[in-house]
């Protein structure tokens, strides 16, 4: 069994900063691609980053100078440091992974158990 465990996030003002991470755990093979998704009431999910195996990032241009992503795979643990955080970013942040359970290219998608974000103006 996989498990997404998420930690980070709560209220910080316009300005400030917040880090979240996120640890696959579990039995299984390997953790390929790596996401953020976030969402408000009534709105879509959306991506936020993603990290590849290999470090190749990708961010969605309203984060782009201001969010970074970044991994660890020898702990499975995905990392979103959040900067110069305004009101807008308030959201449920979510984690996901694309997580091999045996060697090949097949694989599951895991979610975490989503983090509030909260930034006062």
């Known amino acids: 069994q996989v498990q997404m465990v998420q930690s980070g996030g709560g209220l910080v003002q316009t300005g400030g900063s917040l880090r979240l991470s996120c640890t696959a755990s579990?039995?299984?093979?390997?953790?390929?691609?790596m996401r953020w998704f976030r969402q408000t009431p009534g709105k879509q999910r959306e991506m936020v980053a993603s990290?590849?195996?290999?470090?190749?990032?990708w961010y969605k241009d309203f984060v782009k100078g201001r969010f970074a992503i970044s991994r660890d795979n020898a702990k499975n643990t995905m990392y979103l440091q959040m900067n110069s955080l305004k009101p807008e970013d308030t959201a449920v942040y979510y984690c996901?992974?694309?997580?091999?359970?045996?060697?090949?290219?097949?694989?599951?998608?895991?979610w975490g158990q989503g983090t509030q974000v909260t930034v006062s103006s």
């Open positions: 579990g039995n299984f093979f390997s953790v390929s691609i």
């Open positions: 996901t992974a694309q997580v091999h359970l045996r060697a090949g290219i097949q694989f599951e998608d895991y």
């Open positions: 990290i590849t195996e290999e470090g190749i990032i």
